[in-house]
């Protein structure tokens, strides 16, 4: 291969073809083509806490973590309040726990989980706000906030404190969860499914990133026998992993056994789909071909109805006109439904059998 040959392959090669694009790619385009991307990985997070409620509580709001006995009943109550007064920002992603006590014993209090992914974004008085409504809509007072940052930020506001000279008229406080400030290896290879998703989130310090990644997935696969799910919380611990080409080497020589099995995972999901797809088309098969015998026994229903009439007619013909009929037998072969029904009532008054087909 020539120099030229060499410099045309590499600039028709899909990696060279996708940063092109990247690079000419207008930023508003890019900008929705990341909140896309944010957006699934925010909902990742969500399954995750609704999937896991109890874990989440646990490692998020220790103090209320602690109450939670095997006869707790936790709820999400997302699905049952009114989207149109929550507001679509928190309908997306916020997760309203209701946590019960069966005897009785305690009153039943909602943990109310708020992910921010962007922490400039992050409205406190936003927040109060929601809080007071969720408060009147479930009729409670005992409601913990709590929002969980993926991100570090500045002047995350951890209060809001409102007077008027020495009158405080308003005073509203969070639980605030900056998991960048967490340390990883404080948190990892525990049974708690969620903070093991969530350690890519938490600092690295005195950790190497591919062992973070690597120990995470290692103990999603343990703790989470749902391939799907595995599959997806996946993608968030790569996702704020980010490694480089030379990480992503050493991921797959030291944790082999991860990387070959989260492929049979790919793969398994591969056929799963594949079989719904070929159900689909069996089902579709079928219906079509319902619908194309109904209109083949239609079509021959037709078919047997002009036989009938064309026999009626050439019997009423013969007897009438005896051998003379022959000479008109092809037009009835011919004839459509409409016509051999006006040509039997012909027979009728017709005194040939060429009157037949002059009446009309």
Same mark, same amino acid.
């Given at each position: 291969?020539?120099?030229?040959?060499?410099?045309?392959?590499?600039?028709?090669?899909?990696? &060279?073809?996708?940063?092109?694009? #990247?690079?000419?790619?207008?930023?508003?385009?890019?900008?929705?083509?990341?909140?896309?991307?944010?957006?699934?990985?925010?909902?990742?997070?969500? @399954?995750?806490?609704?999937?896991?409620?109890?874990?989440?509580?646990?490692?998020? #709001?220790?103090?209320?973590?602690?109450?939670? +006995?095997? @006869?707790? =009943?936790?709820?999400?109550?997302?699905?049952?309040?009114?989207? #149109?007064?929550?507001?679509?920002?928190?309908?997306?992603?916020? =997760?309203?726990?209701?946590?019960?006590?069966? +005897?009785?014993?305690?009153?039943?209090?909602?943990?109310?989980?708020?992910?921010? &992914?962007?922490? @400039?974004?992050?409205?406190?008085?936003?927040?109060?706000?929601?809080?007071?409504?969720?408060?009147?809509?479930?009729?409670? +007072?005992?409601?913990?906030? =709590?929002?969980?940052?993926?991100?570090?930020?500045?002047?995350?506001?951890?209060?809001? #404190?409102?007077?008027?000279?020495?009158d405080r008229f308003m005073w509203f406080r969070y639980v605030s969860v900056v998991l960048p400030d967490w340390q990883a290896i404080d948190h990892i290879d525990t049974d708690n499914v969620v903070e093991q998703v969530l350690l890519t989130t938490m600092s690295g310090k005195g950790l190497d990133r591919v062992d973070i990644v690597g120990r995470a997935i290692r103990n999603?696969?343990?703790?989470?026998?749902?391939?799907?799910?595995?599959?997806?919380?996946?993608?968030?611990?790569?996702?704020?992993?980010? $490694?480089?080409?030379?990480?992503?080497?050493?991921?797959?020589?030291?944790?082999?056994?991860?990387?070959?099995?989260?492929?049979?995972?790919?793969?398994?999901?591969?056929?799963?789909?594949?079989?719904?797809?070929?159900?689909?088309?069996?089902?579709?098969?079928?219906?079509?071909?319902?619908?194309?015998?109904?209109?083949?026994?239609?079509?021959?229903?037709?078919?047997?109805?002009?036989?009938?009439?064309?026999? &009626?007619?050439?019997?009423? $013909?013969?007897?009438?006109?005896?051998a003379s009929a022959a000479g008109v037998l092809d037009r009835v072969e011919a004839g459509s439904q409409e016509q051999l029904a006006r040509w039997t009532l012909a027979v009728l008054t017709a005194n040939t059998p060429e009157e037949v087909f002059r009446l009309q």
């Amino acid at each position: 291969m020539t120099d030229s040959d060499d410099i045309k392959a590499r600039a028709s090669s899909p990696a &060279t073809r996708a940063a092109k694009a #990247d690079r000419e790619e207008s930023p508003a385009r890019k900008k929705r083509r990341q909140r896309r991307k944010r957006h699934s990985h925010d909902q990742y997070f969500k @399954s995750l806490i609704i999937q896991y409620p109890r874990e989440a509580i646990r490692l998020f #709001d220790p103090k209320r973590g602690a109450l939670l +006995d095997d @006869s707790v =009943v936790i709820t999400p109550i997302r699905q049952e309040l009114p989207a #149109d007064r929550l507001g679509e920002r928190f309908h997306e992603l916020d =997760v309203p726990l209701e946590i019960r006590w069966p +005897d009785g014993r305690r009153k039943a209090i909602i943990i109310m989980i708020e992910q921010q &992914t962007v922490p @400039s974004r992050f409205r406190l008085k936003k927040m109060a706000i929601y809080y007071l409504l969720l408060s009147e809509l479930c009729k409670t +007072d005992a409601i913990v906030p =709590v929002t969980v940052f993926l991100h570090r930020g500045r002047n995350i506001p951890e209060q809001l #404190d409102m007077m008027v000279d020495d009158d405080r008229f308003m005073w509203f406080r969070y639980v605030s969860v900056v998991l960048p400030d967490w340390q990883a290896i404080d948190h990892i290879d525990t049974d708690n499914v969620v903070e093991q998703v969530l350690l890519t989130t938490m600092s690295g310090k005195g950790l190497d990133r591919v062992d973070i990644v690597g120990r995470a997935i290692r103990n999603l696969i343990r703790l989470e026998k749902d391939i799907d799910n595995v599959l997806n919380f996946e993608k968030f611990i790569r996702a704020y992993a980010q $490694l480089d080409a030379e990480e992503e080497r050493r991921y797959k020589e030291i944790y082999a056994q991860e990387d070959a099995h989260m492929m049979s995972v790919r793969e398994e999901l591969e056929r799963k789909s594949e079989r719904r797809g070929e159900r689909r088309g069996e089902r579709r098969g079928r219906r079509i071909g319902r619908e194309e015998g109904r209109e083949e026994g239609r079509a021959e229903g037709r078919e047997e109805g002009r036989q009938n009439a064309r026999q &009626t007619l050439i019997s009423l $013909l013969t007897a009438k006109f005896g051998a003379s009929a022959a000479g008109v037998l092809d037009r009835v072969e011919a004839g459509s439904q409409e016509q051999l029904a006006r040509w039997t009532l012909a027979v009728l008054t017709a005194n040939t059998p060429e009157e037949v087909f002059r009446l009309q």
